[in-house]
């Protein structure tokens, strides 16, 4: 049975990024329809969830590679922005035990800097401004 997947599955697009963003959101939509049962707005946005559930196992099925691959880095270079938001608020969390993150008052670049170090004057790199701050 699982050599019969595997060969089924060969040369198939599989999961990507956008694979995974189009079912979720599906999955989101089909959840707010039901939240709306009964009126016109629910009926639509369960059609919806369930048109982006099926386009996403389309895309996974798919034997087009190339195209679904040119799909998925045109999704990546839209939503770069967004992601990189997230991952540098992440980033920073984990780092709050032990750094502050200050931003430069002249030029606006975050600094960073170890805690437990007392007032300290911190130089920025970027334009030389040097402010005391406590660490």
């Known amino acids: 049975m699982k050599e019969?997947?595997?060969r089924f599955m060969q040369g198939r697009y599989g999961v990507d990024t956008f694979s995974k963003f189009l079912l979720i959101m599906g999955l989101?939509?089909?959840l707010?329809?039901?939240i709306f049962s009964g009126k016109?707005?629910?009926i639509i946005f369960y059609i919806l969830g369930w048109i982006l559930i099926i386009y996403c196992y389309f895309r996974m099925f798919s034997k087009?590679?190339?195209k679904r691959y040119a799909e998925n880095q045109a999704f990546l270079a839209?939503?770069?922005g967004i992601r990189g938001f997230f991952k540098n608020q992440k980033a920073m969390w984990k780092q709050r035990k032990t750094h502050h993150i200050y931003k430069?008052?002249?030029c606006g670049q975050k600094i960073?800097?170890?805690k437990g170090k007392g007032k300290i004057e911190v130089c920025c790199p970027k334009c030389s401004t040097t402010f005391i701050k406590k660490s």
Do not use: A
Request: proline share 8%.
């Open 104 to 106: 430069c008052p002249s």
């Open 112 to 114: 960073r800097i170890p």
């Open 40 to 42: 016109t707005f629910g």
């Open 4 to 6: 019969k997947l595997i």
């Open 32 to 34: 707010i329809s039901s």
């Open 78 to 80: 839209k939503t770069g």
């Open 64 to 66: 087009n590679v190339t």
């Open 28 to 30: 989101v939509v089909v």
